[in-house]
């Protein structure tokens, strides 16, 4: 068959995303008349009608796909009218309440009122949703719909790394908190595929985490590092957020060591030295952090100085440190010495003592404070409470350098755990255990005197239904789990060497396929009767070669 020629084509960027037609799995509610609605759920030539609107008496549906997507909504109406469109308001929402209300359009609009093509189809909306109302405003034209599809738009990912155990609710987790990532990975990889839908450096670094475990090295992670980079020249920070800057070094830190990628750190040599001078020239002759910018670790903390104050503190050792071991990597060993005599010297400071989980972690992972004691007085009491969804990462990360995998793996169980209880298919950007008690199920219409688990809910930037509930940086346990309970990380950058120490924390098997340069490492880890641990590496003989320590 002939080809167009190419003067016709117009160039352009390619979208390298999937684009897919996903069939309602269930209608939720209708009122008003409603024929048929039962045949949105099939896909054949059968219709639903929805009669012209009356005063004080729409016709509605409630449509549920099942699951948190990322994409639009597609109208397929095979005869909307005699020869004239039909006016509606579509409503999207990570909730069955959100759909049911005002949705909230910051950053993306999920409340529409257009007119649908007769004889045609219709494609509207571009955000995360899992339900779908359409109204019918129009009171002259029924509205026929013989196909309602969510248009899903997302990255078609090998997902090159699992994870099993003897707990299903952990597997579970772990599947929730890899699709809650896969999510995020849109133009670059965003914190939120309802809002923000942007790069925050922060945010990046659980979710780079995840990404490593799960699809190993794919682009999104360098092109999200680099895009925010671009549009921070020194001195600025970015995001406008010290601490920001701070997490860009350690995800280069972290995905150097898992991909080891020397050419692509190479780029970064510049900006690298420079922001790594800005950074300790925020530190006073005794090593005290006055870091610029907003002082900012993340929401729950941002009330109390001082979680701010010690978590910073922290996190300037973290950064420093991370960079000198990329300056060394570099060939820059002044410059890596400098970093470390710095880390050094403010590791050394203790900021007045504060109950926040948050700042005690980041102390505990920068060397400041003793896991054990840390993790007794503070991180395992109340352990389900003062908490967040991005730093309980670290607050997991802190409990495991103290060896407390089975009091992590309950934290993970009750906190994590607690939103797939109410109907989440993807982790939160906030969440609080209280929020569970009197209220009902997001995947549901909320009972006459419960709470709404959404709208009722949140705090911060993240009050009612402008609470993401797709939100990468909570998916932290997907990688927590990985690189303790499977126990497989870099032991030199790109996996040069492994090590593979496995902490079962109370399970009596874990297995799981971990992502490298050199090739897929499958692992299985038994308890034995008599207590230890047997352990069984799959993979080429050559990456098995590079285990270099096991127990």
């Known amino acids: 068959m002939p080809t167009p020629p190419t003067s016709l084509i117009p160039a352009g960027r390619v979208d390298p995303r999937e684009r897919r037609y996903l069939l309602p799995t269930r209608v939720l509610w209708t009122s008003g008349a409603v024929k048929n609605p039962q045949n949105l759920l099939i896909d054949d030539l059968t219709t639903c009608t929805l009669e012209p609107a009356k005063p004080g008496a729409l016709s509605s549906i409630l449509l549920d796909f099942g699951r948190e997507l990322h994409g639009g909504f597609r109208l397929e109406t095979p005869q909307a009218g005699p020869g004239k469109p039909v006016r509606v308001r579509i409503r999207f929402g990570e909730s069955a309440a959100e759909a049911m209300g005002e949705p909230n359009n910051d950053h993306t609009i999920h409340d529409h009122e257009l007119r649908v093509s007769w004889f045609g189809h219709t494609e509207v909306g571009n955000t995360g949703f899992r339900f779908v109302r359409i109204d019918v405003i129009d009171a002259e034209v029924p509205l026929t719909l013989r196909n309602c599809y969510a248009v899903f738009l997302f990255h078609d990912l090998p997902y090159l790394g699992s994870f099993r155990c003897s707990d299903s609710r952990l597997n579970r987790i772990w599947d929730v908190g890899a699709y809650t990532v896969h999510l995020c990975i849109q133009d670059h990889v965003w914190d939120g595929i309802k809002r923000d839908r942007l790069v925050w450096i922060g945010d990046l670094h659980p979710e780079m985490r995840v990404i490593s475990t799960v699809f190993g090295g794919i682009s999104a992670v360098p092109a999200s590092l680099d895009y925010v980079r671009d549009r921070t020249p020194l001195p600025g920070w970015m995001n406008g957020i010290g601490s920001y800057s701070l997490w860009w070094i350690l995800c280069h830190r972290d995905w150097y060591r898992y991909?080891?990628?020397?050419?692509?750190?190479?780029?970064?040599?510049?900006?690298?030295?420079?922001?790594?001078?800005?950074?300790?020239?925020?530190?006073?002759?005794?090593?005290?952090?006055?870091?610029?910018?907003?002082?900012?670790?993340?929401?729950?903390?941002?009330?109390?100085?001082?979680?701010?104050?010690?978590?910073?503190q922290a996190l300037v050792v973290m950064a420093l440190r991370a960079g000198s071991e990329l300056c060394q990597a570099l060939g820059e060993a002044d410059a890596a010495a400098a970093a470390r005599a710095d880390a050094d010297r403010a590791a050394k400071v203790r900021r007045r003592p504060t109950p926040s989980k948050q700042a005690h972690a980041l102390m505990v992972l920068a060397g400041?404070?003793?896991?054990?004691?840390?993790?007794?007085?503070?991180?395992?009491?109340?352990?389900?409470?003062?908490?967040?969804?991005?730093?309980?990462?670290?607050i997991l990360q802190a409990r495991a350098r103290a060896g407390d995998i089975s009091g992590a793996l309950q934290l993970i169980r009750n906190y994590w755990g607690g939103m797939l209880d109410r109907g989440a298919t993807t982790?939160?950007?906030?969440?609080?255990?209280?929020?569970?008690?009197?209220?009902?199920?997001?995947?549901?219409?909320?009972?006459?005197?419960?709470?709404?688990?959404?709208?009722?809910?949140?705090?911060?930037?993240?009050?009612?239904?402008?609470?993401?509930?797709?939100?990468?940086?909570?998916?932290?346990?997907?990688?927590?789990?990985?690189?303790?309970?499977?126990?497989?990380?870099?032991?030199?950058?790109?996996?040069e060497s492994i090590r593979v120490e496995p902490k079962l924390g109370g399970l009596d098997w874990v297995e799981g396929h971990v992502p490298t340069p050199h090739g897929v490492l499958h692992v299985r880890h038994e308890r034995t009767a008599a207590g230890g641990v047997s352990s069984t590496l799959t993979g080429s003989d050559e990456l098995k070669q590079r285990v270099v320590r096991r127990s």
Not at 287 to 311: C, M, N, Q, V, Y
Not at 382 to 389: C, E, F, I, V
Not at 472 to 481: I, V
Request: charged share 20%; proline share 5%.
């Open 259 to 312: 991909h080891g990628d020397l050419a692509y750190l190479q780029q970064q040599r510049s900006y690298l030295l420079g922001l790594l001078n800005q950074v300790r020239g925020q530190l006073d002759p005794q090593g005290l952090e006055k870091l610029a910018g907003h002082r900012f670790l993340e929401w729950p903390t941002s009330r109390d100085p001082t979680a701010i104050d010690a978590g910073l």
């Open 368 to 394: 400041m404070a003793d896991a054990g004691e840390t993790n007794a007085a503070v991180l395992a009491k109340d352990p389900d409470r003062g908490l967040s969804t991005f730093y309980g990462y670290y």
């Open 427 to 495: 982790f939160w950007e906030g969440f609080e255990l209280e929020w569970l008690d009197g209220s009902g199920r997001i995947d549901e219409l909320t009972p006459a005197g419960s709470k709404d688990l959404h709208s009722d809910y949140g705090d911060y930037c993240y009050v009612g239904l402008r609470h993401s509930l797709c939100h990468g940086w909570a998916a932290g346990p997907t990688a927590w789990m990985v690189e303790n309970l499977l126990g497989v990380t870099p032991a030199a950058p790109g996996f």
